[in-house]
């Protein structure tokens, strides 16, 4: 088992390294290959109507006029040892230095994950709980009404997106009933009560996309499992109806709903992107935003190493947990 | 000296009038009633009267903002609306008038005691500093902090936003000057063309006469800066105040709190205010959000200051309640299309008159939101900029659907009866330039100008498409949208960049025309000569104003205007003309 481990995570930082190479690629090496010149990619870094010198003072702080082995060693250099930049410290993990903001990308991504993991984790357990209920419920009362009306909703949960479902939540219980007025990001530690409450509508708005999947998966490997004949040899035992529910066939169609559950969270940072946009949340995601809008290729290239990172983080995870399940995946 | 002076007083008395709603009992009677609100606000009101005049002191005013500052340090931004808030925390030595109507276009000494003393034949300029201004810290400006200030600008790596004029106009050894984090020179105070003879005096000196050298140090990069204290690219996150407010934390790009300001004098500067208590603003907030949360009063204030989005414009336009609290003022830009003179046949003036007429204005104006989004344009030059006179020299008022008969009478006269093609380039990204492009594609081609449309990604619009000479040239590119706002509103400083010949240049280009007109280029050169006035200036600035339409270089589409809300909660709201938005240095709340 620790083999196991330990293979998967040399594995990991290979995958890292590969991702690091192809996002500096895709930012450094094909704007060259397509024409651009060293003095072009530096005159983004210096503003509107740069002199000449400046623009040159930039190409060299930034190295653009070195070979490219040197720039990307340099990278990989700055991510493990650090680096400084302006005068600045930039500690390892050096995922560069935003010449937008003027400040190192690691520190900035970092204290936007609290906000991103306070979306996430709560918009998680609603619409495992949520998702998983109404999948049971679906399963059990099959082609009655009910079932119509859980499946009904959770299609137009996958179908609507959540700037759409947020900006009429927002509508609805911000401005018109304002149950959840004057909705922003708290920290926890500052009120949590506030903290809670604010993110009320962020998580039912979150949740109501992924629910809606967990619900139709949970219905369809209930559908299946409730035809096995290991349930009705259970009810033949004279086995207790829940029992026969909760112990035996929600347990073996979970067994698919955790995996997707695993990468799911690895994922998050595309739901947030959403959530955080819309309810104006300071997280990965909004961060994600604006650099994107910003063209700011160091926090492009550092939050893609970091979304890169959490999802074969979460894919170890979920291998690790199926090798504790069947011994088999470990050879 | 004593029209300046006199500015300077109508200056104290708008503001204190803001304040005081008493400032007519020692002025005129006109300029009272032009200044206050009697009998509650009304649509556009904001733009020439003071809404809800008052003193009171207290309360938060909240700003949202759909992005975030390019930066909060005065010697590192370009943005039109920081440049506005940054008056809040930072005094350079001149600033605009904080008055409604055309007086905010005034320039008055803000740290300076008095506009430049000029000598020298035009390459000097000295200016006197107040000699009670202080920082947040208690410690007194000295004329070594506005130096500072000024040389910390020139290190482009460090700050790069902001403008580059002192680098462009400063003498002796500024062209290699490379700022004083890099300067090894004793006492890292190396720039010698600005001197400081004494505390309370510094002098520029040019590398050659620039009369409109009060508007470049109107900019905030002249806000003094503590040596000391002085942080590089951290600067943003405190820059040591010398206004009425001062920062008290900043999350970058998240939110900024600022309280007021206790070693803030009122008496040094009487164009800002200190009466809310504390002022925040949230940034990166979602466009539509802002609008819903300044509607509900959940805040006051879009920062940004360009105008709200298109459901809540429906929103406003179709409530009487709501357009009360509405201004929709010139922004101080216009947009247009160039006509490139080098491009066949459009290098003929014939054939670029014929594009003048045969365009189609209203349906140009539709694309930019109608009479709401902008007023339709006849001249290069909008009406915000001084020496601005109305003129229709291609019918765009009289005929806004375009004359087609005059149009088809030019193209015969450049021998091309049955039209020609040539193409249109826009910003594929900005829906506004793409249905421009589509409606002027749409009335060409009723006289027989076949165009092609050619939509680029608007980062790299100026840098490798239109803006290059070679690239317009090859993909005949002969109309090519563009719009303008100048730094400062005079005439040179319109037309200086858009239609100088000297500002053509092989990449970054502004003068996409590529107009070399000499009567242009010589009347901008007159405007900055020593011998230059005001009064010279605006003369001129109308003269080439008419020059550039009578060459035909330019379609003029529309004078950008933008809808503003004004919240009820707000006191002393108006709009400043200068930046197209409401005045954010002198806001108070009920």
């Given at each position: 088992?620790v083999?196991?481990?330990i293979?998967r995570l040399?594995?990991t930082?290979?995958i890292l390294?590969?991702v690091a190479?192809?996002?500096?690629?895709?930012?450094?090496?094909l704007?060259r290959?397509?024409?651009e010149?060293?003095?072009?990619l530096?005159?983004q870094?210096?503003?509107?109507?740069?002199t000449?010198?400046a623009?040159?003072?930039?190409?060299?702080t930034?190295?653009?006029n070195?070979?490219l082995?040197?720039q990307?060693g340099?990278?990989?250099k700055?991510i493990?040892?650090g680096?400084?930049y302006?005068?600045?410290?930039?500690?390892?993990p050096?995922?560069g230095?935003?010449?937008k903001?003027?400040q190192?990308?690691?520190?900035q991504?970092?204290s936007?994950?609290?906000?991103?993991?306070?979306?996430?984790?709560?918009?998680?357990?609603?619409w495992l709980?949520?998702?998983?209920?109404?999948?049971?419920?679906?399963?059990?009362?099959?082609?009655?009404i009910i079932d119509?009306?859980?499946?009904?909703?959770a299609?137009?949960g996958v179908?609507?997106p959540?700037?759409?479902?947020g900006?009429?939540?927002l509508e609805?219980?911000?401005y018109?009933?304002p149950i959840?007025p004057n909705v922003?990001y708290?920290g926890?530690?500052t009120?949590?009560?506030?903290w809670?409450k604010?993110?009320v509508l962020?998580?039912?708005?979150l949740?109501f996309l992924?629910a809606?999947l967990?619900?139709r998966?949970?219905?369809?490997?209930m559908?299946?499992?409730l035809?096995e004949?290991?349930?009705?040899?259970?009810?033949?035992?004279?086995?207790r109806?829940?029992?026969?529910i909760?112990k035996?066939?929600?347990?073996?169609a979970?067994t698919?709903?955790?995996t997707i559950?695993?990468?799911?969270?690895?994922l998050?940072?595309?739901?947030?992107?959403?959530?955080?946009?819309?309810?104006?949340?300071h997280?990965?995601?909004l961060?994600?935003?604006?650099?994107i809008?910003?063209q700011d290729?160091?926090?492009?290239?550092?939050v893609?190493?970091?979304?890169?990172?959490?999802?074969?983080?979460?894919?170890l995870?979920v291998?690790i947990?199926?090798s504790?399940?069947d011994?088999r995946?470990?050879? | 000296?004593m029209r300046?002076r006199r500015?300077g007083?109508t200056?104290?008395?708008?503001?204190?009038?803001?304040?005081l709603a008493?400032c007519g009992?020692?002025?005129s009677?006109?300029?009272?009633?032009s200044?206050?609100?009697?009998?509650g606000?009304a649509?556009?009101?904001?733009?020439?009267?003071?809404i809800?005049?008052?003193?009171?002191?207290g309360?938060?005013?909240?700003?949202?903002?759909?992005?975030?500052f390019d930066s909060?340090?005065?010697?590192?931004?370009y943005y039109?609306?920081?440049?506005?808030?940054?008056r809040?925390?930072?005094?350079?030595l001149?600033t605009?008038?904080?008055?409604p109507g055309s007086?905010?276009n005034q320039?008055v000494p803000a740290?300076?005691?008095t506009?430049?003393?000029?000598?020298?034949?035009?390459?000097t300029?000295t200016y006197?500093?107040?000699?009670n201004?202080k920082f947040e810290?208690?410690t007194t400006?000295t004329s070594?902090?506005?130096k500072y200030a000024?040389?910390r600008?020139f290190?482009r790596?460090?700050?790069?936003?902001?403008?580059?004029?002192f680098?462009?106009?400063?003498?002796?050894?500024?062209?290699?000057?490379?700022g004083?984090?890099?300067?090894?020179?004793k006492?890292?105070?190396g720039?010698?063309?600005?001197?400081t003879p004494?505390?309370?005096t510094v002098v520029?000196?040019l590398?050659?006469?620039?009369?409109?050298f009060?508007?470049v140090?109107?900019?905030p990069?002249?806000?003094?800066?503590?040596p000391?204290k002085?942080?590089?690219?951290?600067y943003?996150?405190?820059?040591?105040s010398?206004?009425?407010?001062m920062?008290?934390?900043?999350q970058?790009n998240?939110q900024l709190?600022?309280?007021?300001n206790?070693?803030?004098?009122?008496?040094?500067?009487p164009?800002v205010?200190?009466?809310a208590?504390?002022i925040?603003?949230?940034?990166?907030?979602?466009?539509?959000?802002?609008?819903?949360?300044l509607?509900a009063?959940?805040?006051?204030?879009?920062?940004?200051?360009t105008?709200?989005q298109?459901?809540?414009?429906?929103r406003?336009?179709?409530?009487?309640s709501l357009?009360?609290?509405a201004?929709?003022?010139?922004?101080?830009?216009e947009?247009?299309?160039?006509l490139n003179?080098k491009?066949?046949?459009?290098n003929n003036?014939a054939?670029?008159?014929a594009?003048?007429?045969a365009?189609?204005?209203?349906t140009?104006?539709?694309?930019?939101?109608?009479?709401v989004?902008?007023?339709?344009a006849?001249t290069?030059?909008?009406?915000?900029?001084?020496g601005?006179?109305?003129?229709?020299?291609?019918?765009?008022?009289?005929k806004?659907?375009?004359?087609?008969?005059?149009?088809?009478?030019?193209?015969?006269a450049c021998?091309q009866?049955n039209?020609?093609?040539?193409?249109?380039?826009y910003?594929s990204d900005?829906?506004k330039?793409?249905?421009?492009?589509?409606?002027?594609?749409a009335?060409?081609?009723?006289?027989?100008?076949?165009t092609?449309l050619?939509?680029?990604?608007?980062?790299?619009?100026?840098?490798?498409f239109?803006?290059?000479?070679a690239y317009?040239?090859?993909h005949?590119?002969g109309?090519d949208i563009?719009?303008w706002?100048?730094d400062w509103?005079?005439?040179f400083g319109?037309?200086?960049?858009?239609?100088n010949?000297n500002?053509?240049?092989?990449a970054?280009?502004?003068?996409?025309?590529e107009?070399?007109d000499p009567?242009v280029?010589n009347?901008l050169?007159?405007?900055e000569?020593a011998?230059?006035?005001?009064?010279?200036?605006a003369?001129?600035a109308?003269?080439i104003?008419?020059k550039?339409?009578?060459?035909?270089?330019?379609?003029?589409?529309?004078?950008?205007k933008s809808?503003?809300?004004?919240?009820?909660?707000l006191?002393?709201?108006?709009?400043q003309e200068?930046y197209g938005?409401?005045?954010y240095?002198v806001l108070?709340?009920?």
């Amino acid at each position: 088992m620790v083999t196991f481990i330990i293979r998967r995570l040399v594995g990991t930082v290979f995958i890292l390294l590969i991702v690091a190479a192809v996002t500096f690629a895709i930012f450094f090496i094909l704007p060259r290959a397509a024409g651009e010149t060293a003095y072009g990619l530096a005159t983004q870094y210096v503003g509107r109507n740069p002199t000449p010198a400046a623009v040159h003072a930039m190409e060299q702080t930034l190295g653009f006029n070195q070979p490219l082995y040197v720039q990307f060693g340099r990278y990989i250099k700055a991510i493990v040892a650090g680096e400084h930049y302006l005068g600045q410290w930039c500690g390892p993990p050096c995922l560069g230095y935003s010449f937008k903001n003027q400040q190192p990308v690691w520190p900035q991504m970092v204290s936007d994950v609290p906000v991103t993991l306070s979306i996430g984790v709560g918009a998680a357990v609603l619409w495992l709980v949520g998702g998983v209920a109404i999948g049971v419920i679906s399963a059990l009362k099959r082609g009655t009404i009910i079932d119509r009306l859980s499946m009904s909703v959770a299609l137009a949960g996958v179908s609507l997106p959540v700037f759409f479902t947020g900006l009429i939540a927002l509508e609805l219980f911000s401005y018109k009933w304002p149950i959840f007025p004057n909705v922003q990001y708290v920290g926890i530690t500052t009120n949590p009560l506030l903290w809670a409450k604010n993110l009320v509508l962020p998580w039912i708005v979150l949740a109501f996309l992924y629910a809606a999947l967990y619900a139709r998966l949970t219905r369809a490997g209930m559908l299946e499992t409730l035809n096995e004949d290991y349930i009705r040899t259970a009810r033949a035992k004279g086995a207790r109806e829940r029992t026969v529910i909760l112990k035996h066939a929600l347990r073996a169609a979970l067994t698919p709903i955790v995996t997707i559950f695993g990468l799911d969270l690895g994922l998050l940072l595309g739901g947030a992107i959403l959530t955080e946009v819309t309810f104006s949340f300071h997280g990965l995601g909004l961060f994600t935003v604006e650099a994107i809008n910003n063209q700011d290729f160091p926090e492009i290239m550092g939050v893609t190493l970091l979304a890169a990172f959490f999802i074969v983080i979460a894919n170890l995870i979920v291998d690790i947990m199926y090798s504790v399940l069947d011994p088999r995946v470990r050879y | 000296m004593m029209r300046r002076r006199r500015i300077g007083v109508t200056a104290t008395c708008a503001v204190t009038a803001i304040a005081l709603a008493a400032c007519g009992s020692s002025s005129s009677p006109s300029s009272s009633s032009s200044t206050t609100t009697p009998s509650g606000p009304a649509y556009n009101q904001g733009i020439s009267s003071v809404i809800n005049p008052s003193t009171a002191k207290g309360g938060t005013i909240t700003y949202d903002d759909s992005s975030t500052f390019d930066s909060t340090d005065p010697g590192n931004t370009y943005y039109a609306h920081v440049w506005n808030f940054s008056r809040l925390y930072a005094t350079p030595l001149m600033t605009y008038t904080s008055t409604p109507g055309s007086g905010g276009n005034q320039l008055v000494p803000a740290l300076a005691t008095t506009p430049g003393v000029v000598s020298n034949n035009g390459l000097t300029w000295t200016y006197t500093i107040k000699p009670n201004v202080k920082f947040e810290d208690g410690t007194t400006v000295t004329s070594a902090d506005v130096k500072y200030a000024v040389e910390r600008t020139f290190d482009r790596t460090v700050l790069p936003n902001g403008p580059s004029y002192f680098q462009l106009l400063l003498g002796g050894n500024a062209s290699t000057y490379p700022g004083p984090f890099k300067d090894r020179s004793k006492n890292l105070m190396g720039l010698t063309a600005v001197a400081t003879p004494n505390p309370t005096t510094v002098v520029f000196h040019l590398a050659k006469p620039f009369a409109d050298f009060n508007y470049v140090v109107a900019i905030p990069q002249t806000a003094p800066v503590p040596p000391d204290k002085d942080t590089g690219a951290n600067y943003q996150l405190h820059p040591i105040s010398t206004g009425p407010y001062m920062f008290q934390s900043y999350q970058l790009n998240k939110q900024l709190t600022l309280v007021p300001n206790p070693s803030w004098n009122p008496a040094t500067n009487p164009q800002v205010s200190q009466l809310a208590s504390k002022i925040v603003v949230n940034f990166n907030v979602n466009a539509d959000d802002i609008d819903n949360r300044l509607l509900a009063g959940d805040i006051q204030m879009d920062v940004a200051g360009t105008g709200v989005q298109a459901a809540a414009r429906a929103r406003i336009l179709s409530s009487s309640s709501l357009m009360k609290q509405a201004d929709d003022p010139l922004a101080g830009f216009e947009w247009f299309f160039y006509l490139n003179t080098k491009v066949a046949p459009l290098n003929n003036i014939a054939c670029r008159k014929a594009i003048e007429y045969a365009a189609n204005k209203i349906t140009l104006q539709d694309a930019y939101g109608g009479s709401v989004g902008g007023q339709i344009a006849s001249t290069a030059m909008p009406p915000t900029v001084i020496g601005y006179q109305s003129f229709d020299m291609y019918e765009a008022l009289s005929k806004p659907n375009g004359d087609p008969t005059m149009a088809k009478s030019e193209l015969t006269a450049c021998g091309q009866p049955n039209g020609f093609t040539t193409g249109i380039a826009y910003r594929s990204d900005r829906p506004k330039e793409v249905a421009a492009a589509t409606a002027l594609q749409a009335a060409l081609s009723t006289v027989g100008i076949k165009t092609t449309l050619h939509g680029y990604p608007s980062g790299t619009y100026y840098s490798n498409f239109a803006g290059s000479p070679a690239y317009v040239h090859s993909h005949d590119l002969g109309i090519d949208i563009g719009g303008w706002a100048p730094d400062w509103p005079d005439g040179f400083g319109w037309f200086d960049e858009i239609a100088n010949g000297n500002a053509i240049v092989p990449a970054g280009n502004t003068n996409i025309s590529e107009l070399n007109d000499p009567v242009v280029n010589n009347d901008l050169a007159e405007m900055e000569s020593a011998s230059s006035t005001p009064a010279l200036r605006a003369t001129l600035a109308n003269e080439i104003d008419h020059k550039v339409m009578s060459d035909a270089v330019m379609l003029p589409i529309v004078y950008a205007k933008s809808l503003l809300y004004r919240s009820p909660a707000l006191t002393n709201v108006y709009v400043q003309e200068y930046y197209g938005m409401y005045n954010y240095g002198v806001l108070g709340t009920k």
